[in-house]
């Protein structure tokens, strides 16, 4: 985002108080400098000189989910939520960046994951370095992290196809997460250096279930001139999912295990790529219902607090976004919120609550396959 736009936006927004509303980060803090106008204004006082990049300054912008909800929600869709990652650019620049940023850029850079301490979830080994498949499948550093149940479930699906599948050895990380902390130089290196272990793999589809890793093939891969095989297809897990179950080549039992099921929308899926259908299709065909809509949906659905990492970053922040979420779907009485995004589940199940389940869309339907007689 160029110096001009930010000049323009910034402009605009510290007069604004429309969008306050829509804030997650907000609602959840109640704090008047974590609205766009708040940052808006902080931004104005330092490029005027009025103020400093001081620490209580660098925290806020570190505070922001970068949903883009505000975005949505102005009548000029003006680019807060980018005006706020051109902002951390400008913080790594000048190296005053919060230490626990400083340590996850350090741990994406040098070991591929922002985890210090990764514990290595794969697949059984047969797909891993399988040259030709049909199917690359990439879970993302979050999923082989957290969620060995997400990479088991999708692992039964592509077996139950019965695709030609394969993993990367070493899949290291997509970039997405050092962009969004303003490490971007460092985040089309890393980028790139993927994109070639990807291409040598030479799969007919490149497939994810991460929604953050899914903008980023889809995205910034095109915005930063980073080359794909131009015959490789890009899908992410629900879309995947869904085509085969129209092709038939998905078959699920007579009897739904689950009802009363929500849908959350992730931002990056929904809001930044505009894939809202799939998922619901999906949960629609594996309960007999369409899913409960939460009050916030679609391209307005309220972050869940786990932009840019923020449960690793500010878990504190993110617990009480996540929260309202969580409340949400109570309020609608649903017994399940199916998410498309590792990250969403992660602080969505980190929830203190025994009523509602948190589901990937990859566990919903691998619990629904009907198995061979």
Wanted: aromatic share 8%.
């Amino acid at each position: 985002m160029g110096i001009e736009e930010v000049r323009e936006t910034i402009k605009m927004c510290r007069f604004c108080f429309m969008c306050r509303h829509a804030c997650p980060t907000f609602l959840a803090t109640k704090l008047d400098s974590h609205t766009p106008r708040g940052y808006a204004l902080m931004l104005s006082a330092i490029v005027e000189g009025i103020r400093n990049w001081d620490e209580d300054c660098i925290a806020r912008f570190y505070q922001c989910s970068q949903c883009g909800l505000c975005k949505e929600d102005c009548e000029y869709h003006w680019p807060e939520d980018e005006v706020v990652r051109s902002a951390r650019e400008e913080i790594v620049a000048l190296k005053k960046e919060p230490q626990i940023i400083a340590r996850i850029a350090s741990s994406i850079i040098n070991k591929g994951t922002p985890y210090e301490k990764e514990r290595k979830q794969y697949v059984p080994p047969e797909p891993i370095g399988r040259k030709n498949p049909q199917v690359l499948y990439f879970a993302g550093c979050s999923t082989r992290q957290s969620h060995p149940e997400i990479i088991e479930a999708t692992s039964n699906i592509l077996n139950f196809i019965g695709v030609s599948w394969s993993v990367l050895e070493e899949e290291g990380c997509c970039g997405i997460t050092l962009f969004d902390l303003g490490y971007t130089e460092k985040a089309k290196k890393i980028a790139a250096q993927l994109a070639d272990k990807i291409s040598r793999a030479e799969a007919g589809i490149l497939l994810t279930g991460c929604a953050h890793c899914y903008r980023m093939f889809r995205e910034k891969f095109n915005e930063w001139r980073i080359q794909l095989p131009p015959n490789m297809k890009i899908v992410h897990t629900s879309e995947y999912l869904h085509e085969n179950i129209l092709n038939g080549k998905l078959r699920f039992k007579s009897n739904p295990t689950m009802h009363s099921v929500s849908y959350h929308d992730p931002c990056q899926l929904g809001r930044k790529l505009g894939v809202y259908e799939p998922p619901r299709k999906i949960i629609e065909k594996m309960t007999n219902s369409p899913p409960i809509e939460l009050f916030h949906n679609r391209e307005k659905a309220e972050c869940c607090g786990a932009g840019t990492t923020m449960f690793l970053t500010d878990p504190e922040v993110s617990g009480k976004v996540a929260r309202r979420r969580i409340n949400s779907a109570r309020e609608e009485k649903a017994k399940a919120i199916v998410t498309a995004c590792q990250n969403c589940k992660t602080v969505l199940a980190n929830i203190d609550q025994n009523e509602i389940k948190i589901l990937d869309i990859a566990e919903l339907v691998s619990l629904q396959l009907q198995k061979a007689p």
